[in-house]
């Protein structure tokens, strides 16, 4: 079940690279799809089943705008401490545990809290256990807020 | 003005490579300078070069020698040599025995007068891009205007490595055949343990990497796939595609342990046999081209269709051919070198 | 203006440039190499647009992947001194 | 036509701008961990720009989902490498830079 789910992906991956229709091509294109999907079908679902993989690409789906968004405002906080000429930061580090178990859910939130607000994940293991590093007090303080974390688990289900 | 602000950076990237004295750091530089190297490349529209850089120039050989460095040490050591560091560095300017000034100056003077003698060289060549060049003229003009009548090919570049010049890129892959052959004869060696403690705190701490590596593997792969496919339509071909299998199966290696690599992917008993089944393809499509009536290398002559379509088909095979030896002699190079016996 | 875009980014990579080999440590010199990295899958982008040829976008594919590889790479080998 | 001509050159102005601010950031930052936030998060966004940019000027067509790949692949791999390199840091007992200590 795994290996067929994989090699649409492939396929539908390789379409999208290709964007030629050639006979040969669309035959390679099966043909390499169906033999990456045989040598690392267990990757890219991992030890999830495929309900839970597609149900969570779903919700996940749902949550990119949001990240967007938090994603602009962390640029602008982010030109405007670069460009200031006192350069206002007063680094901290932080630390803090999430309900979060499964590898997808600690992954999207240790790449989401890099991508957003003066916060930076530098260790997320694997019982849900995060040290951040902040570049000011109001983002440590936004974040232990724990808005993102909630987010994050609705994704996870 | 990019070409000058290209050109200024690789200089300040080629001294500061040669004066840095921790080789991990000069490992860092050169894959810079490799990077500005392909937007060079792609500059002087030269896309395959470019591909050829961007996959094994800063990808693969940083990782390799890497594995190299893993095997030896990795500070320089012994008397500082070069002026650089010393210029860089005064207080270390300190002349010992071997570095009496005379043979200093005596090995500046034969720099310099080689230098002089290759500048002197260059004044002959044409011009950079001189349209009435010699090789500009007669063999640039036919491979622009009839390879593709000739060969069914769009890319040109591919069907120059292929068709033309198909016996040296033969030579090229058993070339890099060997190379693995002989790595295996000189380093391989039987025992190993794991250090299994390590890797289970590992295991804790890099979820993240693991994770997103695990999810990327499969397109990386298939995108190596894609890039030897289309090496008739557009840039890249057997040897980029092939290295970037490798990487994906490297990358696989260094997130999780080589005992992991190992267990799932196949690659020990595996790998010796596709290192020498890449050439094998390669060589046995020539022979095929021998029986069916033409000269070795002949595609045209293989019975599928019409001219064109056979030529395209066998170019196509040996695309393939090359790749699995690349992907195959990278792997085993790799496993090889990062391998530690304790 | 996609020359003057190309101009000011390899600007913006020769004052990185100043990182690398500054350094002081051994991560900073990765991280703006890793920077620099990023501003060349830019550059190719935006000079396969200038020559609107578009296959230059699968050299700048590759680098997103590469880079990533080589960064992971070097940060294990300093960590841990291996590579297996 | 000549309106998704300038919405283009606006992205790529704000992407290019973004860019040559984590640049400077990365020179002007105390520490490899505050260095880390320009290099992770502007470049991310200013390149993602510069993409988007380009593919509003192209239209849609396969060059278009091409470059689509490639923002996707750079906003997974990008903050990932960030938090290997700042993981490693600290994994080797780097300390942060604290409001008062030297800036260099």
Redesign the interface.
């Known amino acids: 079940m795994n290996f067929v789910f994989?090699s649409i992906?492939?396929f539908v991956?390789?379409i999208?690279?290709?964007?030629?229709f050639h006979f040969?091509?669309m035959l390679?294109?099966i043909v390499?799809?169906l033999?990456?999907?045989y040598?690392?079908?267990?990757?890219?679902i991992?030890s999830d089943n495929i309900r839970l993989f597609s149900t969570r690409m779903l919700r996940f789906c749902r949550y990119v705008p949001w990240l967007v968004w938090q994603?602009?405002l962390?640029?602008l906080d982010?030109?405007y401490r670069?460009?200031h000429p006192k350069?206002p930061?007063?680094?901290?580090?932080i630390r803090f545990d999430t309900a979060l178990r499964s590898?997808?859910g600690?992954?999207v939130l240790?790449?989401s809290i890099?991508?957003t607000p003066?916060t930076?994940?530098?260790?997320?293991?694997?019982?849900g256990e995060f040290?951040v590093?902040a570049?000011a007090r109001k983002p440590a303080k936004d974040l232990l807020a724990g808005e993102m974390q909630a987010k994050v688990k609705r994704v996870e289900g | 003005m990019i070409d000058l602000m290209l050109l200024l950076f690789l200089v300040v990237c080629a001294i500061a490579a040669v004066s840095m004295k921790d080789l991990l750091s000069t490992t860092i530089i050169l894959g810079v300078y490799s990077l500005i190297m392909t937007v060079v490349w792609t500059r002087l529209n030269a896309v395959d070069v470019a591909f050829t850089e961007a996959s094994v120039g800063a990808g693969i050989t940083t990782v390799l020698i890497i594995a190299a460095l893993s095997r030896t040490k990795r500070e320089e050591e012994g008397q500082e040599y070069g002026m650089w560091s010393k210029l860089l560095n005064p207080q270390d300017l300190k002349l010992t025995d071997k570095q009496s000034p005379l043979l200093w100056l005596t090995s500046l003077f034969i720099v310099l007068i080689t230098g002089a003698v290759l500048i002197y060289g260059t004044i002959d060549m044409p011009d950079f891009g001189d349209p009435d060049a010699p090789a500009n003229i007669h063999l640039a003009k036919r491979f622009i205007e009839e390879s593709y009548e000739e060969t069914g090919v769009p890319n040109f570049v591919t069907a120059i490595l292929a068709s033309y010049r198909g016996y040296d890129t033969l030579g090229e892959t058993t070339v890099i055949f060997t190379a693995g052959i002989s790595l295996i004869l000189l380093l391989r060696r039987k025992s190993y343990i794991c250090d299994t403690t390590i890797k289970e705190k590992e295991m804790k701490e890099h979820i993240v990497i693991r994770t997103i590596s695990r999810i990327l593997i499969p397109f990386v792969q298939l995108y190596a796939l894609y890039v030897i496919a289309h090496g008739e339509l557009s840039p890249g071909g057997g040897f980029q595609g092939g290295v970037i299998f490798g990487s994906s199966i490297i990358l696989y290696v260094i997130a999780f342990g080589l005992e992991e690599g190992r267990k799932v992917r196949i690659f020990r008993e595996m790998g010796d046999l596709l290192n020498s089944t890449g050439v094998l393809i390669y060589a046995g499509i020539g022979v095929l081209c021998l029986l069916a009536g033409g000269a070795y290398l002949e595609y045209d002559k293989l019975p599928l269709g019409s001219e064109k379509m056979a030529s395209s088909l066998g170019i196509y095979g040996i695309e393939i051919g090359v790749g699995i030896t690349v992907a195959a002699v990278m792997i085993t190079i790799f496993f090889i070198t990062a391998r530690h016996e304790r | 203006m996609f020359d003057a875009v190309a101009t000011i980014i390899v600007f913006a990579a020769i004052l990185v440039l100043y990182r690398v080999i500054k350094g002081p440590t051994i991560y900073d010199r990765v991280l703006a190499a890793n920077a620099i990295g990023t501003k060349t899958v830019v550059l190719i982008a935006l000079i396969g647009f200038i020559y609107e040829r578009p296959h230059f976008l699968d050299i700048a594919l590759v680098y997103a992947l590469i880079n990533f590889i080589a960064t992971i790479a070097i940060l294990k080998y300093q960590e841990m001194g291996r590579l297996d | 036509m000549v309106v998704t001509t300038i919405i283009s050159y606006l992205f790529l102005a704000v992407g290019c701008f973004l860019i040559v601010v984590a640049s400077i950031g990365i020179i002007r930052f105390p520490d490899v961990y505050s260095r880390i936030h320009p290099a992770g998060k502007s470049d991310t966004l200013g390149q993602a720009m510069i993409f988007i940019g380009l593919m509003i000027y192209e239209g849609l067509s396969f060059v278009s989902i091409k470059l689509l790949i490639i923002v996707i692949f750079i906003f997974i791999t990008n903050p990932t490498a960030t938090h290997a390199l700042v993981n490693a840091a600290h994994a080797a007992g780097l300390k942060p830079w604290e409001k008062g200590d030297d800036r260099n």
């Open positions: 994989t992906i492939m991956f390789w999208l690279l290709s964007g030629e040969l091509l390679s294109g390499f799809s033999f990456v999907a040598i690392s079908h267990d990757l890219l991992g994603i602009l962390a640029n982010l030109v670069t460009l350069m930061i007063d680094p901290q580090v590898d997808i600690i992954t240790a790449n890099t991508l003066g930076v994940t530098i260790v997320a293991n694997q019982d040290i590093h570049i």
